[in-house]
């Protein structure tokens, strides 16, 4: 597949000349107000899920372009499931579209990695996220993490298994776990806490997004709908990121 916008930055556009010199380490996405953007052209829900996975496809081409190292979308949280099947087909099928073609991602070195309960998706979805992240796995230029059928909460529940499990075989001492070993068993264990935290569409929550990764983050709201956050409203962020003193609890 043909893409065009390492050549287009390496060429200076206006888009990355206004860039921060220092970029976040992490950023993470809350891709919110499709349904509002559809609704207001009169369309179906799954026509703005349709736009909105048009602005994400190229959302991660600008961040690997610009050089960020972890880029996360929320896809589909555990609490989706309580919206309509039809609006849930729709979701996963664009998924499925989006899962097959993933070659530019490949071909520009960019890691795969997918949180979340797989187990309740469809199998030949759970199969090709294997794939791509074992294709993957090899590249280090970008980690760009799905989330998908992911809870913030179930997460930590997810690690606190893992270490009640180790306890109880006598591995591991209780009183002896740590913060860094919450840390270790996320499903994020390889990815840096979340420096930039963006949710558009106006509303001012996380959603059960990342809620343990994003302790000291930065947060970036905009009444932007997700569909309409072109790549000159990640540099807004960018660049009100750029600008914020960040004090992780010190003075
Ligand atoms: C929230 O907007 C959006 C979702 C729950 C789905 C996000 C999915 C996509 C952007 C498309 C699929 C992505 C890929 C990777 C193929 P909302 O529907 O809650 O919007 P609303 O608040 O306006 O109703």
């Known amino acids: ?106 071909e520009q070195e960019v890691r795969m990695i997918f949180i979340g309960d797989k187990s309740r998706l469809p199998e030949r979805i759970q199969n090709r996220m294997k794939e791509l992240e074992e294709d993957s796995k090899k590249y280090d230029k970008m980690n760009l993490i799905l989330a998908i059928n992911y809870g913030g909460r179930d997460e930590i529940v997810y690690a606190a298994r893992q270490l009640a499990e180790k306890a109880a075989k006598g591995e591991l001492d209780p009183g002896e776990i740590t913060e860094e070993m919450i840390s270790d068993h996320l499903y994020t264990r390889e990815i840096p806490d979340v420096d930039l935290m963006i949710r558009p569409s106006g509303e001012l929550r996380l959603s059960n997004f990342l809620i343990w990764q994003c302790a000291y983050a930065e947060y970036y709201f905009t009444d932007v709908l997700w569909p309409d956050f072109a790549r000159s409203e990640l540099n807004k962020a960018l660049n009100d990121f750029a600008g914020r003193g960040r004090r992780f609890g010190g003075i």
């Open 1 to 106: 597949m043909a893409f065009s916008f390492l050549k287009k930055n390496q060429t200076g556009s206006d888009e990355t000349k206004s860039l921060p010199e220092v970029l976040p380490k992490h950023v993470a996405f809350i891709m919110d107000g499709n349904g509002r953007w559809a609704k207001k052209r009169g369309m179906p829900r799954k026509y703005g899920h349709r736009e909105g996975a048009k602005t994400f496809h190229d959302i991660t081409r600008y961040c690997r372009s610009i050089g960020i190292k972890n880029a996360s979308f929320y896809v589909f949280s555990t609490e989706n499931w309580k919206r309509p099947e039809e609006e849930i087909e729709a979701i996963m099928d664009l998924l499925w579209e989006y899962l097959n073609d993933c070659d530019e991602y490949l």
